[in-house]
């Protein structure tokens, strides 16, 4: 019997990846990385605002060039063995689209605006749009709509981002029929299945972003999100009132599609999902597991039995949904909102003078001068990490707070800033390094506190994602300040095998997705175990980093 292969495509911040995997036994055979040309380039975006856009020509010529250089390593005849097609993406990412369902940035009217590309799920512009949902939402004497969201509704997500873009550009107001999310445009695009009011939206998205929900009979009413502002009216009907789970097709694989992709043409492409969820399944999540997605942000997953939830509302998470990661499970979702990117953003502050100096020196060749620059700044995390793992645990020592980019979890505040407590003259860079590393291990530790003070029970943590591969130090300290042990998976990229997975039951290999998963989920390749002493310093840190907190948290609102 010939074996089986999927491809799953993870659409990170940076890059698409594409992995074929085999579907018999898990097996990675091969993998392909695009970055988005735009993006790097910096084009878009303006971090000063907390603005970050992307255009969806970018994901269509990355993954082009992904898949083609994943199929470019496999052995002959592989590629006419793949059965199927799954993707996660990055999200809330949302787009206007016209009636058509094309992203109004791929038309020559908006091929520069960037109101009219996918609004990337750092993007913290609607933070205003996210106060007024937040204040009808609760204050308008009918449903609280944001109650299985946890309670708090955020900029990062589809309402707030849309209702910002509306007031903003009137251009795209006018040319905007429906809005997708990036997850669910990628399999339409693929399937030639993009009508907007048709096509196959995630429940994923739906559930954790959109504030739709069974209950109310899909998104919020009419009367509700009009009620917020006129310019909301009509939308809804636009949109959609059914989702799917990511185990269900979204259809076929176009010819064109086919073609240029270098695949066979009609093999089942799934519904997407958010790569956090599908990263959790490719890391074979279960019941009292907690995955750590752990990258520029983080995002944490844990699924859920109905009679453990029963009508139990979670408070201060980003959503309980009904099979938003694994179907027959309510889906949890909470995350921090700056995690790895709190680490760049001191290696841009330490790097200020190699970009703003070095350039202009006289009498050093040009291309000698930008070797220099990547090679110092290649080396700062390197040597900042191996200079602070040597430093003491100083219990009054810096202490900082992670909310660089806002705080996701618990109870979503982007309006809130990062801080660094306790600087003297004799302050070194690696001390500040080790402070900020400390103080997003508490934020990972005010996470699994908020899911146990509600009820959710947690046994052991798994860890995905680029930092739980490269920097022992960080983990480390995470698992020390968890005071649990921390799995790594072994994987390299669990999100495109968790899509991958995905593809395998949409593809009719495996029946349902805790099967597929069985079969050809990650296995775990180290285990960082908590210090018992570090343990009960950093307990006591804990308690200050909470107790700075909430003292600053009036400052910055004021």
């Known amino acids: 019997m010939s074996e089986k292969y999927v491809l799953g495509l993870d659409f990170g911040s940076d890059s698409v990846r594409a992995l074929v995997v085999n579907a018999d036994s898990g097996e990675e055979l091969s993998s392909g990385v695009s970055f988005y040309r735009r993006w790097m380039e910096g084009k878009y975006c303006q971090p000063s605002l907390n603005q970050f856009r992307q255009h969806p020509q970018d994901y269509l010529?990355?993954?082009?060039?992904?898949?083609?250089?994943?199929?470019?390593?496999?052995?002959?005849?592989?590629r006419d063995r793949i059965a199927g097609i799954g993707i996660d993406t990055t999200g809330s990412t949302p787009c206007a689209v016209n009636r058509e369902g094309v992203p109004l940035a791929l038309l020559d009217e908006f091929k520069e605006n960037p109101n009219a590309m996918f609004i990337l799920w750092k993007d913290h512009t609607a933070v205003e749009e996210a106060a007024e949902i937040n204040e009808r939402a609760w204050n308008w004497g009918g449903v609280d709509y944001t109650k299985y969201e946890g309670g708090v509704y955020s900029s990062e997500w589809f309402w707030a981002k849309i209702l910002h873009t509306l007031r903003e550009d009137e251009k795209v107001r006018e040319a905007a029929f429906s809005w997708v999310e990036h997850c669910d445009w990628i399999p339409a695009v693929l399937t030639g299945r993009t009508d907007?009011?048709?096509?196959?939206?995630?429940?994923?998205?739906?559930?954790?972003?959109?504030?739709?929900?069974e209950e109310w009979g899909g998104l919020p009413p009419e009367e509700f999100l009009a009620g917020i502002d006129p310019l909301l009216a009509g939308l809804r009907e636009r949109l959609y009132e059914k989702t799917y789970t990511s185990d269900e097709r979204a259809g076929e694989l176009t010819e064109e599609w086919a073609e240029r992709l270098g695949l066979p043409a009609g093999i089942a492409v799934a519904v997407g999902a958010f790569d956090a969820h599908l990263g959790a399944i490719g890391a074979g999540i279960k019941e009292r597991t907690l995955v750590k997605i752990m990258g520029t942000s983080t995002c944490d997953i844990m699924i859920a039995a109905y009679e453990v939830i029963g009508k139990k509302l979670i408070r201060g998470i980003c959503g309980q949904v009904d099979g938003s990661v694994i179907p027959g499970y309510i889906g949890l979702e909470a995350g921090q909102s700056g995690f790895g990117d709190v680490y760049a953003w001191f290696r841009s502050i330490l790097s200020w003078p190699l970009r703003s100096i070095i350039p202009d020196l006289e009498g050093i060749d040009d291309g000698l001068?930008?070797?220099?620059?990547?090679?110092?700044?290649?080396?700062?995390?390197?040597?900042?990490t191996e200079e602070a793992e040597?430093?003491?645990l100083e219990e009054s020592g810096l202490l900082a707070l992670d909310w660089l980019n806002?705080?996701?979890?618990?109870?979503?505040?982007?309006?809130?800033?990062?801080?660094?407590?306790?600087?003297?003259l004799g302050t070194t860079a690696p001390a500040v390094f080790r402070a900020l590393v400390e103080a997003t291990a508490f934020g990972a530790r005010a996470i699994n506190e908020q899911f146990i003070n509600e009820g959710v029970e947690i046994d052991e943590v798994i860890a995905i994602g680029g930092i739980s591969k490269k920097n022992e130090f960080v983990m480390q300290v995470t698992a020390d300040v968890l005071n649990m042990p921390v799995k790594v998976a072994e994987s390299e990229q669990a999100c495109a095998l968790g899509a991958g997975i995905t593809a395998a039951v949409a593809a009719g290999i495996y029946g349902d997705l805790r099967k597929a998963a069985e079969k050809m989920a990650s296995p775990y390749t180290k285990t960082y175990y908590p210090d018992k002493v570090r343990a009960e310093q950093y307990q006591r840190l804990y308690e200050r980093y909470k107790r700075l907190g909430n003292d600053l948290t009036g400052y910055f609102k004021n």
């Open 406 to 424: 806002g705080r996701r979890t618990p109870f979503a505040d982007q309006t809130l800033k990062g801080a660094i407590i306790g600087l003297n």
């Open 61 to 78: 010529d990355s993954m082009t060039e992904a898949v083609k250089e994943a199929l470019d390593q496999c052995s002959p005849g592989v």
């Open 369 to 384: 001068k930008g070797n220099i620059i990547k090679a110092v700044e290649k080396q700062i995390p390197v040597r900042l």
């Open 390 to 392: 040597k430093l003491p």
């Open 196 to 213: 907007p009011l048709t096509m196959k939206r995630s429940r994923c998205a739906a559930g954790h972003k959109a504030m739709w929900h």
